[in-house]
Antibody, heavy 120, light 107 residues
Framework: EVQLVESGGVLVQPGGSLRLSCAASGFTFSSYDMHWVRQATGKGLEWVSAISTAGDTYYPGSVKGRFTISRENAKNSLYLQMNSLRAGDTAVYYC??????????????WGQGTLVTVSS | ELVMTQSPATLSVSPGERATLSCRASQSVSSNLAWYQQKPGQAPRLLIYGASTRATGIPARFSGSGSGTEFTLTISSVQSEDFADYYCQQYNNWPLTFGQGTRLEIK
């Protein structure tokens, strides 16, 4: 059974840093792209970052230069290093698996999320 | 950045009725579009990808159509468990972007 379990979400002050983790199991982790997606309370979904199987990374402008996605295949783990945090980064952060087939690309499995609160 | 616009923001239907949700892209995304369902307190669940391919285990009452810039998610006969938020998402261009969501509520 595929499982993604996020951890590391806490209350942090503006300007602070935080590292989120996502522990993967039930599939060959190294064979899949991985993503972070966030959702502020009562708001929609926002894609935050992606890392390919080859280690290529992608970010939207809202977090580029502040967030760093990484993976450790030997530990079946995904990470998100978040620096210079702002109130607007407050959200539930989900990790999601990216999967290709002949019909397209999907986030086919999601974790349950970890809450990051940025506040003084 | 490619903008995805969903309409309506809220759709009120009675159980058994047909529901039609729309998603428009600010530029062509070909068929590189997915739909997700999210219930309160839960992670999103993949429904449709490639604009029209149902994900594993998704009931046949869910169907997707469209290409280019106009897409539709149709629920042929809404069941009680279908009342939720729905998001479209394009994966044709970086950054990946979601629509703002449509809430399907009970009429």
């Amino acid at each position: 059974e595929v499982q993604l379990v996020e951890s590391g979400g806490v209350l942090v002050q503006p300007g602070g840093s935080l590292r989120l983790s996502c522990a993967a199991s039930g599939f060959t982790f190294s064979s899949y792209d991985m993503h972070w997606v966030r959702q502020a309370t009562g708001k929609g979904l926002e894609w935050v970052s992606a890392i390919s199987t080859a280690g290529d990374t992608y970010y939207p402008g809202s977090v580029k230069g502040r967030f760093t996605i990484s993976r450790e295949n030997a530990k079946n783990s995904l990470y998100l290093q978040m620096n210079s945090l702002r109130a607007g980064d407050t959200a539930v952060y989900y990790c999601a698996r990216g999967s290709y087939d002949s019909s397209g690309y999907t986030f086919d499995y999601w974790g349950q999320g970890t809450l990051v609160t940025v506040s003084s | 950045e490619l903008v995805m616009t969903q309409s309506p923001a809220t759709l009120s239907v009675s159980p058994g009725e047909r529901a039609t949700l729309s998603c428009r892209a600010s530029q062509s995304v070909s068929s590189n579009l997915a739909w997700y369902q999210q219930k309160p307190g839960q992670a999103p669940r993949l429904l449709i990808y490639g604009a029209s391919t149902r994900a594993t285990g998704i009931p046949a009452r869910f169907s997707g159509s469209g290409s280019g810039t106009e897409f539709t998610l149709t629920i042929s006969s809404v069941q009680s468990e279908d009342f939720a938020d729905y998001y479209c998402q394009q994966y044709n261009n970086w950054p990946l972007t979601f629509g703002q969501g449509t809430r399907l509520e009970i009429k």
